[in-house]
């Protein structure tokens, strides 16, 4: 994928879901996610094959992380507070939503 921003589609328990992201398609962006981030859209990670995956939530605001196969079916939905050092889940995908504050 070389396009920043991109619509996908994927599946929540049965249910679709489509979302405008923006990929992380490069070692720095992948490396950086959700971090020093004030407000950022959805990311979505692609890491070719189906793996076991560990994040945290330094330097983060609140967030839901998805993880998706390689049929964008959801494998682990958890929403992500900050600070937690090691969330882990297995997918070919990663989806990180930010919540959405109110003012």
Same mark, same amino acid.
Do not use: Q
């Given at each position: 994928? +070389?396009?920043?921003? %991109? %619509? /996908? !589609? #994927? #599946?929540? @328990? $049965? &249910?679709?879901? +489509? ?6 398609? !490069?070692? *720095?962006?992948?490396?950086? $996610? ?14 070719? &094959? ?10 983060? &605001?609140?967030?839901?992380?998805? *993880?998706? @196969?390689?049929?964008?079916?959801? +494998?682990?939905?958890? @929403?992500?507070? +900050? *600070?937690?050092?090691? /969330?882990? $889940?297995? $997918?070919? #995908? ?6 959405? !504050?109110?003012?």
């Amino acid at each position: 994928m +070389t396009l920043e921003n %991109k %619509k /996908i !589609t #994927y #599946y929540i @328990d $049965g &249910k679709k879901e +489509t979302i405008e992201v923006e990929l992380c398609n !490069t070692p *720095w962006k992948k490396f950086r $996610g959700l971090m020093f981030r004030k407000n950022s859209p959805p990311l979505f990670f692609d890491f070719n &094959k189906v793996i076991k995956l560990s994040i945290h939530s330094f330097f983060c &605001k609140p967030f839901k992380a998805i *993880w998706l @196969d390689d049929k964008m079916h959801s +494998t682990r939905v958890i @929403d992500v507070k +900050t *600070w937690k050092p090691s /969330i882990t $889940g297995r $997918g070919k #995908y990663l989806l990180e939503v930010p919540f959405v !504050t109110k003012k």
